[in-house]
């Protein structure tokens, strides 16, 4: 049996137009930092080229296993030194990031290194030697589900950070992002991106 992870796990769910508490468990992923504008930063691309060889090999040692699963889409952090650039003035040159891919817990550190070894010999790719196995613990967070183009997420993270204060909750940690939708191949007015929020009790 192959596992989906955006099926299994109640966490990779979110409804549109509303916005629902959920408690995220630690998840390990793939991670690549940088820093710029999504849409025309060379190390965004170069950080989405480097999760997928090595997610698509651990993959692969993972079914050698019998623990087949499906790849995880991409996922990143944002955040800026002034969170206004990100949130009202949605200024991309100033976002720092981090792009994510989720691997399954089973997924050890000589599994990672056998991975990116592998990934190595061929044609590496410019973020290989950034790229960490990371542990993520973002405890309860608030999430929704945002349908259509990036450059439309404004108005909802102003309801969303309407709704927190609302609930009896603060904001902590880093806004998190889940493209189930391949940007890549997707027209943009069908985007599905989960907007997550980590937060903590006011």
Known sequence: ???????TMDVYRAPAGSFRVVDVPPLQYLAVDGQGDPNTSQAFSDAIATLYPVGYKLKFASKQLDRDYVVMPLEAQWWADDMAEFTSR???AAWRWT???MVPEWITREMFDSAVAKVADGEPPAA???LRLET???GRCVQTLHIGSFDDEAGVLERLHEFIPDAGLQMTGKHHEIYLSDFRKVESARLRTILRQ?????
């Open 99 to 101: 792009a994510l891919m």
């Open 90 to 92: 949605r200024n991309k």
């Open 128 to 130: 290989l030697a950034q």
């Open 198 to 202: 980590p937060v903590l009790p006011a």
């Open 136 to 138: 993520i613990t973002e």
């Open 1 to 7: 049996m192959k596992t989906d992870f955006k099926k």
